[in-house]
């Protein structure tokens, strides 16, 4: 039914004292249809239900021999570890409720160990100091989880003296140091200080690194690390800084071209000589919602620019799928223009090769790409008036419509179009690339890539 209705507010019992009634007139929408349920990939095989049935697996991935496979959910934060060929649920990890990254696990090398990291609310109050007003902060309960991955156990709780508030976990390369990104703990009038340390998992030693370095990218070698500099004021960057890994000493810093520019992404290429390095570039300071795109293709021994290309779209940023793609190319994709568009550059001069149409989908995002190079693969977020209408909250998913994933070849030919499980959002693949899982509601499949592509919309 659609329309208006009047709506009357009376608060006859409120003890405070008299209210008078209000009304009001609302519009009446119609109710948003069921999401059409189309036949998913046949490429989907074998699948592993996760104890939470209700809401999706966020973020999933193989151990190095492609013998388990593990998933976690958000924002319930189960983590479920099964074996690949039977289906068997091996472990599972209960980690704390509460709102942080999807990405929220790191495994060690061999695939024993797993750490999760707590952020938590922590406990602030409003201080005065010096006559201005300030926040006290403390974090008791945030820290980093070491937990057997084989048991589901926890092995122990890692936690600065006092404690910092963890607001996030990477792992280098070849998993031999964790680093953390940290808000420190105290009374402050400003914004709360944020620090990096690092854990070498060997030795179990932290070092606390530069204020200079800000989510540092490690190199495939592990011997050298590259971060954005920020200006003094924290809110542009001022140059790109080069070190040593794992002493983190400076070896060059790298300017950038005049103007005022913002975060974007650095990635170091598979053969470690090459930075791929996109950031925005505003008409003035101040001024966030209007800004070009560069991409630079550094060499990372003489700190030379070797290939440029300025992003066509404005007030869009690349979303950089993959280092290298036949080792030749690199692989962009749009992020805000409509319809969405994968690009490839050729490496190292950044001059364009190939331009494929996506669709029109909400968001797009990199999914997989193949281990010899041949191909990449997009999550496509299908457009959905019920996503734009749900805010926040638990998710209806009957209104949801089910994501696909565009295959796109090393020529820019669209290979195949698959439509994914309800919830899919996802998506790793096995080292021998002939396997990928995909995270869905309450579920991780397998998806049979061993087979050639079908080039067709399924």
Same mark, same amino acid.
């Given at each position: 039914?659609?329309?208006?209705?009047?709506?009357?507010?009376?608060?006859?019992?409120?003890?405070?004292?008299?209210?008078?009634?209000?009304?009001?007139?609302?519009?009446?929408?119609?109710?948003?249809?069921?999401?059409?349920?189309?036949?998913?990939?046949?490429?989907?095989? $074998?699948?592993?239900?996760?104890?939470?049935?209700?809401?999706?697996?966020?973020?999933?991935?193989?151990?190095?021999?492609?013998?388990?496979?593990?998933?976690?959910?958000?924002?319930?934060?189960?983590? #479920?570890?099964?074996?690949?060929?039977?289906?068997?649920?091996?472990?599972?990890?209960?980690?704390?409720?509460?709102?942080?990254?999807?990405?929220?696990?790191?495994?060690?090398?061999?695939?024993?160990?797993?750490?999760?990291?707590?952020?938590?609310?922590?406990?602030?109050?409003?201080?005065?100091?010096?006559?201005?007003?300030?926040?006290?902060?403390?974090?008791?309960?945030?820290?980093?989880?070491?937990?057997?991955?084989?048991?589901?156990?926890?092995?122990?709780?890692?936690?600065?003296?006092?404690?910092? $508030?963890?607001?996030?976990?990477?792992?280098?390369?070849?998993?031999?140091?964790?680093?953390?990104?940290?808000?420190?703990?105290?009374?402050?009038?400003?914004?709360?200080?944020?620090?990096?340390?690092?854990?070498?998992?060997?030795?179990?030693?932290?070092?606390?690194?530069?204020?200079?370095?800000?989510?540092?990218?490690?190199?495939?070698?592990?011997?050298?690390?590259?971060?954005?500099?920020?200006?003094?004021?924290?809110?542009?960057?001022?140059?790109?800084?080069?070190?040593?890994?794992?002493?983190?000493?400076?070896?060059?810093?790298?300017?950038?071209?005049?103007?005022?520019?913002?975060?974007?992404?650095? $990635?170091?290429?598979?053969?470690?000589?090459?930075?791929?390095?996109?950031?925005?570039?505003?008409?003035?300071?101040?001024?966030?919602?209007?800004?070009?795109?560069?991409?630079?293709?550094?060499?990372?021994?003489?700190?030379?620019?070797?290939?440029?290309?300025?992003?066509?779209?404005?007030?869009?940023?690349?979303?950089?799928?993959?280092?290298?793609?036949?080792?030749?190319?690199?692989?962009?994709?749009?992020?805000?223009?409509?319809?969405?568009?994968?690009?490839?550059?050729?490496?190292?001069?950044?001059?364009?090769?190939?331009?494929?149409?996506?669709?029109?989908?909400?968001?797009?995002?990199?999914?997989?790409?193949?281990?010899?190079? #041949?191909?990449?693969?997009?999550?496509?977020?299908?457009?959905?008036?019920?996503?734009?209408?749900?805010?926040?909250?638990?998710?209806?998913?009957?209104?949801?419509? #089910?994501?696909?994933?565009?295959?796109?070849?090393?020529?820019?030919?669209?290979?195949?179009?698959?439509?994914?499980?309800?919830?899919?959002?996802?998506?790793?693949?096995?080292?021998?690339?002939?396997?990928?899982?995909?995270?869905?509601?309450?579920?991780?499949?397998?998806?049979?890539?061993?087979?050639?592509?079908?080039?067709?919309?399924?």
């Amino acid at each position: 039914m659609e329309g208006t209705a009047e709506i009357t507010l009376e608060l006859n019992d409120w003890i405070a004292g008299a209210v008078f009634p209000s009304k009001t007139i609302v519009d009446i929408l119609p109710a948003i249809p069921l999401a059409e349920r189309r036949p998913v990939s046949r490429r989907i095989g $074998q699948r592993f239900i996760h104890p939470d049935r209700d809401v999706a697996v966020f973020n999933v991935g193989f151990s190095p021999e492609g013998s388990r496979i593990i998933g976690s959910n958000y924002p319930k934060n189960t983590i #479920q570890v099964w074996d690949s060929k039977t289906g068997e649920q091996l472990a599972t990890i209960e980690t704390p409720d509460e709102l942080r990254g999807l990405d929220f696990w790191k495994s060690n090398r061999d695939f024993s160990r797993l750490y999760t990291w707590e952020e938590t609310v922590g406990e602030s109050e409003v201080v005065q100091v010096d006559g201005q007003t300030a926040t006290k902060a403390a974090y008791p309960e945030s820290g980093i989880s070491v937990w057997d991955i084989s048991s589901g156990k926890l092995i122990e709780t890692i936690q600065s003296s006092p404690p910092n $508030q963890v607001l996030g976990l990477s792992i280098t390369p070849r998993k031999t140091h964790l680093i953390s990104l940290e808000n420190l703990p105290g009374t402050f009038v400003d914004k709360r200080p944020q620090i990096h340390r690092m854990l070498n998992l060997e030795t179990g030693e932290w070092t606390l690194l530069s204020d200079d370095i800000s989510n540092p990218v490690i190199d495939n070698a592990e011997q050298r690390a590259v971060s954005f500099v920020p200006d003094e004021s924290g809110m542009y960057i001022a140059g790109i800084s080069v070190v040593a890994f794992p002493s983190f000493s400076e070896l060059q810093r790298l300017n950038l071209p005049p103007g005022v520019h913002g975060l974007g992404g650095i $990635q170091i290429t598979d053969d470690n000589n090459h930075l791929i390095v996109d950031f925005r570039t505003y008409e003035r300071k101040g001024e966030f919602n209007k800004w070009k795109t560069t991409v630079l293709c550094i060499e990372l021994e003489t700190g030379k620019q070797v290939g440029k290309y300025d992003f066509p779209f404005d007030n869009d940023s690349p979303l950089i799928a993959r280092d290298q793609l036949s080792n030749e190319t690199i692989v962009l994709g749009t992020w805000r223009a409509s319809p969405k568009r994968v690009i490839a550059l050729q490496f190292p001069e950044m001059e364009p090769k190939w331009e494929t149409e996506l669709g029109d989908y909400v968001g797009v995002a990199p999914g997989l790409v193949s281990p010899d190079g #041949q191909w990449t693969a997009f999550r496509c977020q299908v457009k959905s008036t019920a996503l734009e209408a749900a805010g926040v909250g638990p998710v209806d998913w009957d209104l949801v419509p #089910q994501n696909e994933l565009k295959i796109i070849g090393a020529d820019g030919l669209l290979l195949e179009t698959m439509v994914l499980p309800v919830g899919a959002m996802s998506l790793a693949i096995s080292n021998d690339g002939k396997t990928a899982a995909v995270g869905a509601l309450g579920s991780v499949y397998l998806l049979d890539l061993s087979r050639p592509f079908e080039n067709e919309r399924e």
